[in-house]
């Protein structure tokens, strides 16, 4: 971004490694098992995760609520209190080296430096009694040294990037002045602050408006387009990635079920759950009056997962394997891959395969005007 | 801003209205003649007596400060709807009337008697802001540590103690078995703020009673921070903070210690009002020549004047206190602006 020079980091995060020294991923999640210890037993709330992720791209991790999309991301930036907290196993690898035992003191250098994080909430994620300038700036003075004017001066720089109108009077003001979405673009303004490579956006838009909820996308994708950075972007909601996404990831009861590129998981899925998830998309038809689907019954308690397949209690085609026998991950295609017993079966995919088309192929959800109107 | 503030001082009126219509009200139920109150034991001649009574508003007078007799040659009682009249007007006047016994002017016993309270206060208030806060603070950063324990523990015990038991156990422990022990040599003073040598020695003797004085309130205090802190370290913010790559130091300090802070400004704010209005237990105990204990000699003796003159003072000190701290909310929280409404 135009505050700062391309390159510009401070000593710590070279010693993390520049560009120079690692050849494959930007961020690299192995088989990430993060499990919670608590009375009730052990809670595997991220069990086998992996995905990698590249500089511009974007990754749509989906999945309904307590489907673990929101601690691996946690995990990811250390934020885990540990315990309860535990990783029993995989790596989280940045720029090619490890940050899950990073000391503490370089996970700070790294947290908001380099990988920055827009939390749900945008109405109690911003600091009541502090000034928006001070909480915007506040990464460029612990991690650039910047002067409180001048820090100052780049809140003014980044509020106005981020669409806010009147930067220079709004960076004085509280949070409590702001409405939701422009409180949001602070969040989004705050993460872009130190230029960071990857943007971790968890349900960003889950508080908002849905013609707010379509701006701060816009947003989201205009400022990656600028600065090129990565983003992961965190939803139960397929219609948020399916315009923005590169990649996707379902996940469901810790895991993922299917992970491809945009394209294969709404064209070509393999896995029950993602037709589910597909089929409860609302369609945009104005002259038919259509029933969603849902899918059926709930996720499964995180402390006593299914003997077999995760889905398989709600699962419409499970058959008796399913029940027995975890699905191991099945590629189906370069880089695409699936958890199901019947993933290489075509025949079975092509018959239950929803036709479905993304929601708002035109544009993001401007089909909520369009559904007003037509409704007049 | 200012027009809140002056509308909260409008607001003193009524309060200052009834507080002095239930005091007077109070004063003139309770039996006793106020002029056998101010003879005491002595007879006085008849009349002395009808001047006392002139001179108090108790019967009716001309012009000149004289009696009115009726035709019987009877004096002829004030209504108290008058009295009340005499004795508000008096008020405004900076006049709170005689005390019954001493013979002085309120105004100048209190002037001699609050100084005391008002720095004994000042010392507990420091005390309580920085023990209270302090352990507070350890303790909920520390939670579930020997040091929380220790503080969750002895803020029970100081809770349930007894001011002036407390007070009493000081004073054998530092004052007496102390100078015991050192052979005289060193211990703390135990009574009274008089007699002190040097500036120094004087105000060691605020040391034990300041402590007992803000021993309950301290505990309060501690116990707030905690919950309040803890409750604050639990916020989205909190976590918004975290992940901006701030180290917990500035994260707790910084992000949770002015949210924290606001719900104990207000309780420590009100505590400071109530320990300016003096500390009967505390005062007595230690013998401290300060406002709370000679309005409680005044009650015994029934020195109404002492005592409606000590309650005005009172409230009066109580409201400003709580005006200045509603205001200092203003610099805590951004939320209260009073006065402008500007939100969107």
Known sequence: ???????EKTAESQELGSAESYSGHLLEVDNLKMHFHTKDGIVKAVDGVSYTLDRGETLGIVGESGSGKSVTAMTIMGLIKMPPGKIEGGDVRYKGKSILNLPEEKMRKLRGNDIAMIFQDPMSS?????????????GLRIHKGYSKKEAKEAAIKLLDLVGIPNPSVRVNEYPHQFSGGMRQRVMIAMALACNPDIIIADEPTTALDVTIQAQILELMVEMQEKNGNAIIMITHDLGVVANMADKIMVMYA???VEYGSAEEIFYESHHPYTWGLIQSIPEQKMDEKKRLTPIKGNPPSLVDVPKGCSFSPRCPYAQAVCFDK????LYVGEGHYCTCHFAL??????KFRPKSSRSGDTEFATGEQEHVEGRA | MLKYILKRILQFIPVFIGVTVILFA???????????LIAGEKSLAPEVELQLRAANHLIKVDDQGLPIFDENGNTIPESTVAQYGYYISDLLHGDLGES????????DIFKDKYPYTIRLAAVAIVIEIIVGIGAGMISAIKRYSFWDVLVTLSTSILVAMPAFWLGMLLQLFFGIKLKEWTGGGFYM???GAGGAVSEFQSWMHYILPAITLASVSTAYAARIMRSQLLETLNMDYIRTAIAKGLNSRQVILKHALKNALIPVVTYIGIDFGSMLSGAILTETVFNWPGIGYEIYRAITMRDWPVVMGGVTLVVVVVLVISLIVDISYAFLDPRIRYGNKKEN
């Open chain 2, 26 to 36: 109070l004063t003139n139920i309770v039996p006793g003649d106020p002029i056998k």
């Open chain 1, 345 to 350: 079966d075509n025949d079975f995919a092509n």
């Open chain 1, 126 to 138: 911003l600091n009541p009694v502090y000034k928006i300038g001070d909480q915007v700036g506040e």
């Open chain 1, 254 to 256: 810790g895991a993922p």
């Open chain 1, 326 to 329: 975890r699905p191991e991950a």
């Open chain 2, 100 to 107: 019954y016994q001493k013979k002085v002017p309120v105004l």
């Open chain 1, 1 to 7: 971004m135009a505050l700062l020079k391309k390159g």
């Open chain 2, 189 to 191: 003073p135990m009574s």
